[in-house]
């Protein structure tokens, strides 16, 4: 059987973090996901609530959740 990398819309808000030098998004009761394709948050972004739009990349065996395609929005409250 061979390994494929399945997609699905996701629409998921949290709070923006590096992690080790990529940004990702930290949902609570959720979990963390990285966003692909992105430098890491800006300072003024960081610690921020945010929305994340985009692919959710789902791969056999694989440990963390990434957000492919993604589109953010800085939510003021």
């Known amino acids: 059987m061979l390994d494929t990398v ?3 819309i996701i629409n998921v808000t949290g ?3 590096n992690i ?3 940004p ?3 949902a609570e ?3 963390i996901f990285f966003i692909e394709d992105m430098p890491e948050w800006e300072e003024s972004w960081e610690n921020k609530r945010i ?3 985009g692919n959710l990349q789902l ?3 694989a440990k963390q959740n990434i957000i492919s395609k993604p589109v953010v929005q800085l939510l003021l409250h």
Request: proline letters at 5%.
């Open 29 to 31: 009761n959720v979990g």
């Open 20 to 22: 080790n030098g990529h």
């Open 24 to 26: 990702a998004l930290v």
């Open 15 to 17: 709070c923006a973090c």
């Open 6 to 8: 399945t997609e699905h």
């Open 59 to 61: 791969q056999p065996g």
């Open 51 to 53: 929305r994340a739009i």
